[in-house]
């Protein structure tokens, strides 16, 4: 399972996913997850349905006009790489994957009674549509999830895991402290670059992971 691949300029498919499932002995992928439809985390994954076998294309159900996005569609559509949505509330088929899906949880919402009409239409949160898969019962991936959709995880009931995949870069956003106390990782990931402009990762979420031993891709490059 690969979930994500990274921007598309430069094309982290090309230069860095590929490459590396290649060098792992990775000749087929049975599942490819978008967490989301944001460019940074699927930018690569066009280049990775044009190259390898691919066996379904698993996304949150949102999309997007960006080119990330219409470049991977246009992948799955060309080499026939079937597509299904991934949620809590989505029944598991026999064709899923050793995991447990955690996000994204479908959002109530409120009807208005009120007679004013929006001019815009409310922002769509990205982030917190992200897919959230604990992975054997020993890793978590977490997409952009951010500090809300961690808190109703924690309602939900969490267990203890080994390996963290940060959310959202180590942004203060993500890795609220309850929650990362809860699952009490050894070890947790941080994808980010070195000296970004966004300032990832942030202290704070830092501090929440003092606990744990840390892999930061901007420091150590590729994590195996």
Same mark, same amino acid.
């Given at each position: 399972?690969?979930?994500? #691949? #990274? &921007?598309?300029?430069?094309?982290?498919?090309?230069?860095?996913?590929?490459?590396?499932?290649?060098?792992?002995?990775?000749?087929?992928?049975?599942?490819?997850?978008?967490?989301?439809?944001?460019?940074?985390?699927? #930018?690569?994954?066009?280049?990775?349905?044009? /190259?390898?076998?691919? @066996?379904?294309?698993?996304?949150?159900?949102?999309? *997007?006009?960006?080119?990330?996005?219409?470049?991977?569609?246009?992948?799955?559509?060309?080499?026939?790489? &079937? /597509?299904?949505?991934?949620?809590?509330?989505?029944?598991?088929?026999?064709?899923? @994957?050793?995991?447990?899906?955690?996000? &994204?949880?479908?959002?109530?919402?409120?009807? *208005?009674?009120? $007679?004013? $009409?929006?001019?815009?239409?409310?922002?769509?949160?990205?982030?917190?549509?992200?897919?959230?898969?604990?992975?054997?019962?020993?890793?978590?991936?977490?997409?952009?999830?951010?500090?809300?959709?961690?808190?109703?995880?924690?309602?939900?009931?969490?267990?203890?895991?080994?390996?963290?995949?940060?959310?959202?870069?180590?942004?203060?956003?993500?890795? *609220?402290?309850?929650?990362?106390?809860?699952?009490?990782?050894?070890?947790?990931?941080?994808?980010?670059?070195?000296?970004?402009?966004?300032?990832?990762?942030?202290? /704070?979420?830092?501090?929440?992971?003092?606990?744990?031993?840390?892999?930061?891709?901007?420091?150590? #490059?590729?994590?195996?």
């Amino acid at each position: 399972m690969l979930m994500d #691949g #990274g &921007p598309a300029r430069p094309d982290a498919g090309a230069w860095v996913v590929v490459p590396a499932l290649r060098a792992l002995g990775i000749q087929r992928l049975d599942w490819v997850v978008a967490s989301h439809a944001d460019a940074d985390h699927v #930018g690569g994954l066009a280049w990775v349905l044009e /190259q390898m076998p691919v @066996g379904v294309l698993l996304t949150n159900g949102q999309s *997007s006009d960006t080119q990330a996005w219409t470049g991977l569609m246009a992948s799955a559509q060309r080499r026939n790489v &079937p /597509q299904r949505r991934l949620g809590t509330d989505v029944p598991p088929t026999p064709d899923d @994957g050793p995991w447990t899906v955690l996000a &994204p949880i479908p959002v109530k919402h409120r009807v *208005s009674h009120s $007679k004013r $009409k929006r001019k815009h239409p409310p922002r769509v949160d990205t982030n917190a549509a992200s897919i959230g898969l604990r992975v054997e019962n020993w890793l978590l991936l977490t997409g952009d999830l951010p500090k809300p959709v961690e808190k109703k995880l924690l309602r939900r009931g969490l267990q203890p895991i080994e390996v963290l995949k940060v959310g959202h870069h180590g942004s203060k956003g993500s890795s *609220s402290p309850a929650f990362v106390h809860r699952l009490n990782p050894t070890q947790a990931l941080i994808s980010c670059g070195r000296q970004n402009r966004y300032g990832h990762p942030t202290a /704070q979420a830092l501090n929440a992971l003092k606990g744990a031993t840390l892999w930061r891709t901007g420091l150590q #490059g590729s994590v195996k």
